[in-house]
C-alpha cells in the first residue's frame, strides 16, 4: 500500500497549485487531480484504487491536506 499526500502551494505571487509526494517521488500539478496522475504515472500503477481522507473541506472543492491511500 502507497500513501500519497497532496499539499497546496502558493508561488510568491498567490497562484496555487498542489504537491502530491509519495515516498521520494513527487509531482505538482494545477489542481490536485493533476498532482495525483502525475505522480502515479511516476508510481507505475497498473491499477490505481484509492481511499480518500480529506481534511480542512472547503467550498470549491479546495482541501489543505488530502490524503491516498492505494
Known sequence: MTTVSILPISSASGEKSYRAIAG???WVGKTAGQALD???AQL???EFTALL???SFHPD???RDLVVVT
Do not use: F, H, N, S
Request: without cysteine.
Open 24 to 26: 521520494d517521488k513527487q
Open 38 to 40: 502525475g505522480l502515479t
Open 44 to 46: 507505475g500503477e497498473a
Open 53 to 55: 481522507v480529506i481534511q
Open 61 to 63: 472543492l479546495m482541501a
